[in-house]
């Protein structure tokens, strides 16, 4: 198991630093569609925003986290984002074919407006989840299963 | 001037790359492999790509630095030194010849940036002159990746997912034994 690094420079730039990376990720994600950006880039900043908390934090208060339950929130994103392309079909369109769905808005372009930055929630959930799985796996993981075989 | 960047930008990362596999300590090697990453990114926006520099950024400069550092420091390696002899010679010749043959292959593709490549003369127009009428979308990229070719973006999530899984699973397996 890794441990966190007890310098105090690394702690404090650390704190400073997570919440305005996340604002940025939301940044990103949100404002997707008007500037550079969307869901695999707001994906990876908030991964690695959690990640970099996850290497400052002490490594006996992260014993709550399961790896099993971060696969269930990323297969949760995947599950969105087939749900948003499966509502079309299902409302006899074809797959990923916004403009079958009228609660989305009243014109075909909100409609597909709003369908882009759904889908986009779930790349954003599978993405950054995907990190914390890579990394939990190689941080934690793989320490703790070795101690308990011995 | 921007082409000066261009060329120092490139003089970087070939010599980062070269620097990473030449490197004796493995330790260093994924840091030089960072930096790698890091002027990677920069040549990306000068490329006028700022969304794929978002993700060598993030992904190859912080997450695959940390993900080797750990896969390193819970593994045991060790550095042996390669006496050169002529079966290296043979494998050098190969991966030589391997490579002529891509650029050989690759001399048929439009050339970088042509007006004229059926991508650049039929598609890319199409989707820059109907991309804002058709899904309220100034950025075309986002309108392509998520709504014209959405289904690829699916796929490209489930082998992201798969990815972990299999991360997951491998590692479970190889400490069970």
């Known amino acids: 198991m890794i441990e966190r690094h007890d310098s105090i420079i690394v702690q404090k730039v650390s704190r400073t630093l997570i919440p305005l990376i996340q604002l940025f990720a939301l940044y990103v994600f949100f ?16 991964g690695a925003s ?53 609660w ?37 993981v793989l320490y703790e ?6 | 001037m921007i082409e000066a960047i261009n060329i120092i930008l490139i003089v970087f990362i070939l010599v980062t790359a070269i620097a990473a596999l030449q490197v004796r300590e493995l330790v260093s090697a994924v840091f030089i492999l960072g930096c790698y990453s890091f002027f990677l990114a920069i040549l990306w926006v000068v490329l006028n790509a700022p969304d794929v520099s978002f993700t060598e950024a993030m ?36 991966i ?8 050989w292959g690759s001399l048929d593709l439009p050339w970088f940036g042509d007006a004229l490549s059926p991508p650049n003369a ?3 127009p199409h989707y820059l002159l109907n991309a ?9 990229v986002t309108a392509v990746v998520v709504d014209y070719r959405a289904f690829d973006t699916l796929i490209e999530s489930t082998v992201i997912f798969t990815a972990g899984i299999a991360c997951l699973l491998i590692m479970k397996v190889r400490t069970d034994k």
């Open chain 2, 96 to 103: 030589a010849g391997l490579g002529a043959l891509f650029v």
């Open chain 2, 59 to 94: 992904v190859g400069v912080g997450a695959s630095t940390i993900f080797f550092l750990l896969a390193l420091f819970s593994s045991k390696h060790f550095v042996k030194l390669q006496v050169w002899n002529i079966s290296h010679l043979f494998i050098f010749m190969l």
């Open chain 1, 50 to 102: 959690i990640i970099l908390q996850l290497l400052v934090t002490r490594a006996s208060d992260i014993q709550a986290l399961s790896v099993l339950r971060e696969v269930m929130v990323a297969s949760i994103g995947l599950g969105l984002f087939i749900l948003v392309g499966a509502l079309p079909l299902l409302l006899k369109g074809s797959f990923f074919d916004y403009d079958q769905v009228p």
């Open chain 1, 31 to 46: 404002h997707g569609h008007y500037s550079p950006g969307g869901g695999f880039q707001a994906g990876v900043l908030l």
């Open chain 1, 145 to 150: 299963d070795r101690r308990k075989n011995g």
């Open chain 1, 104 to 140: 989305y808005g009243a014109t075909d372009q909100l409609r597909h407006y709003w369908g882009i930055l759904f889908a986009e929630a779930g790349v954003v959930i599978v993405v950054s989840m995907t990190l914390v799985i890579v990394f939990h796996v190689l941080a934690f």
């Open chain 2, 132 to 140: 804002y009428a058709d899904t309220k979308t100034p950025n075309a």
């Open chain 2, 122 to 124: 039929y598609l890319s």
